[in-house]
């Protein structure tokens, strides 16, 4: 705690004292207040603690989710012009296969006019062998005209006219020690099975890819005979246009009489994944505030307990004149100070520790997003309401306790 | 005087003319304890005058707390009336008796009571400390200080200071209002003989010299015996004194 000046010199003791003076003129309940809190060091320092861990929670989860969502947002970029087209089956129809045919591939070219159109075989019981023999469980074969038109390689190239070689996905190539050069097996039922060269393995792409081509091992298309095909994927380049005017113009040449393909655009996957992010994320939030409120119990508790030992001591102030607003007052402030020193230190906690997961998902200890420091000021904000709200009630049975009582 | 308003009293000290400082007539004060009604004043009547030096002796439960309390303004009688100079203080509200009592009263402790969080100096100013007058405040905290004859300890802490400097501090700090009346509850209870002698005659002093007037309330009759009246409070009735007690006039007979 600390005291007024205690020197001798009168002179020193008025300068330095006139000042303080003022200031707590200024603000005497708030310096009774400021020295009541110091008075029980170790259950101030308790209930501050209490603060701290509900304000750092608070604000962790805030800007720690924040990092998460822009880290997984990240994964969107570059496939926001993108859209697939499926077949949908009906339960009756008599090919429950349906796949698209050249000839609808080339209906969706005019419909979609200006956006690239991707066909994509994906066939059923593919097998992909490493150069060592060894089965890679999880790669998946897909036959594709020209990746290069859709995917940037890390290492080799596509060919100019590719018929011969495979090109594979980064997390197959990663895995398996697989470079452009080495030579994998690939063997789909039924329409194919021989040895490729490897021409490129592309770059990560993320999950966000509607083709997963970090799993992949791409194909040549014209490699399996009976080309229908399972999926298509269409893409305006976003500077040029819209992927949604695209995939519109699908839907309606397509689905004018019936419902026969779906499109799917990634845009709104994103959006899908942004709000169901933003729900988990308030509820964990919302788990962080719970603990502010335990924090603003154990305030109540320790102003309450507090206030039971100092009954004799409030009861002066009320018998020397003091209102009991201004008991109130005072004993609100000491529960509001709690709040405000446990917001301070527990500010920094929390950026600490969101500057900490900012590294690790997107690469920028400052990459704070407003949202995430709103949830910071949120979590402070709420802890020091939540300490003042705390304080009211001890305050209150103080103040109103008859003073007479206190001298008993 | 805080005795009977009864004719005959025989008392020899009967109020003097004028507005009394405080009085009480048929004060009745009750209290609910578990379904129980307590009478603790049982139709008193008191008067206490300017530069009046009263103590009220009697032995625990027999009703000085609550007298005290009611002399205080910190409570209001079940029935009867008290008047502040000629204001019935049942009419005031809370806050009117609040300020009534800040201006007009000062209380002084057994155990003290300082605020251990405070300064000598800022626990003699704490009744003030809500008024916007710091200079004025700490002008006067300091020159009671002084007064009391602790110039030395104005910034020591309540737990830097003796029992009989503690009681000077809330000595000085009930007069930080310049209030007309003192009320002590067994100011000296805490202390020993010597330093509690110090206490009495430090308010003998004041009462002189600041025309305060003094209420003590003791079960001691040797601190009874500096004031210049006393009364017993006896089961919730106010009694005059034997004789006894009574022989040296009321004044305390030392050295």
Redesign the interface.
């Known amino acids: 705690m600390e005291g007024i000046v205690t020197g001798n010199s009168d002179d020193r003791d008025r300068s330095s004292m006139s000042r303080r003076r003022r200031i707590a003129a200024l603000v005497p309940t708030v310096l009774l207040a400021r020295r009541n809190v110091s008075r029980a060091t170790a259950r101030s320092t308790l209930a501050v603690v209490a603060v701290v861990i509900g304000v750092v929670a608070v604000g962790a989860i805030g800007t720690g989710g924040e990092a998460f969502k822009q880290n997984q947002v990240a994964a969107y970029e570059g496939f926001g012009g993108t859209a697939t087209v499926h077949p949908v089956v009906y339960p009756e129809a008599e090919d429950p296969n349906r796949n698209f045919s050249d000839a609808e591939v080339a209906r969706m070219r005019r419909a979609a006019a200006g956006a690239t159109v991707i066909p994509v075989v994906q066939p059923f019981g593919s097998l992909v062998r490493t150069p060592a023999g060894e089965t890679v469980v999880t790669a998946q074969v897909k036959g594709i005209e020209d990746p290069g038109t859709f995917y940037e390689t890390a290492n080799g190239s596509v060919p100019e006219n590719w018929r011969r070689s495979v090109i594979v996905g980064s997390r197959i190539a990663a895995d398996n020690d697989i470079e452009p050069g080495d030579q994998i097996t690939v063997v789909v039922e039924d329409e194919l099975e021989g040895t490729f060269p490897v021409a490129a393995v592309l770059r990560p792409q993320g999950f966000a890819d509607p083709l997963s081509a970090d799993q992949s091992v791409f194909v040549p298309v014209s490699r399996f005979d009976d080309a229908t095909y399972d999926e298509v994927i269409v893409r305006v380049d976003p500077s040029a246009g819209s992927v949604a005017g695209a995939a519109t113009a699908i839907e309606t040449e397509f689905n004018s009489r019936r419902r026969t393909v779906s499109v799917q655009q990634v845009q709104q996957q994103r959006e899908q994944f942004e709000q169901s992010f933003e729900t988990v994320n308030q509820f964990l939030i919302g788990v962080g505030a719970i603990s502010l409120l335990v924090a603003g119990v154990t305030i109540a508790n320790t102003l309450l307990m507090s206030v039971i030992e100092r009954e004799g001591e409030i009861g002066v102030l009320r018998a020397v004149g003091y209102t009991r607003g201004a008991v109130v007052r005072m004993l609100v402030a000491e529960a509001t100070i709690l709040g405000i020193i446990g917001g301070v230190i527990g500010v920094p906690i929390a950026l600490g520790i969101g500057a900490v997961i900012n590294v690790f998902l997107v690469g920028d200890p400052l990459a704070f997003t407003r949202a995430g420091l709103q949830y910071v000021g949120i979590g402070c904000l709420f802890g020091i309401t939540t300490a003042l709200v705390a304080g009211v009630y001890p305050a209150w049975k103080a103040a109103n306790k008859r003073p007479a009582e206190a001298f008993d | 005087m805080p005795v009977d308003d009864r004719p005959g009293d025989g008392d020899g000290n009967e109020a003097t003319t004028g507005t009394p400082l405080i009085s009480g007539t048929n004060v009745v004060k009750e209290y609910q304890t578990g379904g129980q009604t307590i009478r603790a004043l049982k139709r008193i009547d008191f008067r206490i005058d300017e530069a009046d030096s009263v103590a009220i002796v009697g032995p625990s439960g027999s009703g000085k707390?609550?007298l005290?309390?009611l002399l205080?303004l910190?409570?209001v009688p079940t029935s009867g009336e008290i008047r502040l100079r000629k204001q019935d203080v049942a009419t005031l509200s809370?806050?009117e008796r609040?300020?009534e009592?800040?201006?007009t009263i000062?209380?002084v402790?057994q155990?003290y009571?300082l605020?251990?969080?405070?300064?000598a100096?800022?626990n003699v100013e704490?009744?003030r400390?809500?008024d916007?007058t710091?200079?004025k405040t700490?002008d006067r905290a300091t020159e009671l200080l002084e007064r009391v004859g602790l110039s030395d300890r104005l910034?020591?802490?309540p737990d830097e200071l003796s029992g009989g400097q503690k009681q000077r501090v809330a000595i000085a700090?009930s007069l930080i209002?310049d209030p007309e009346l003192v009320l002590a509850?067994e100011p000296t209870g805490n202390l020993d003989r010597d330093t509690g002698d110090q206490i009495l005659d430090l308010f003998e002093e004041l009462r002189a010299e600041e025309g305060v007037a003094v209420v003590m309330v003791t079960h001691d009759e040797y601190v009874a015996e500096a004031a210049d009246r006393v009364v017993n409070l006896v089961d919730g009735t106010l009694r005059a004194p034997d004789t006894a007690t009574r022989a040296d006039g009321g004044h305390r007979d030392r050295e």
């Open positions: 707390s609550t005290l309390n205080g910190l409570d809370d806050s609040n300020r009592r800040k201006q000062g209380f402790f155990s009571y605020i251990p969080t405070l300064t100096l800022e704490m009744p400390m809500l916007r710091p200079k700490r910034d020591h802490a700090r209002n509850d």
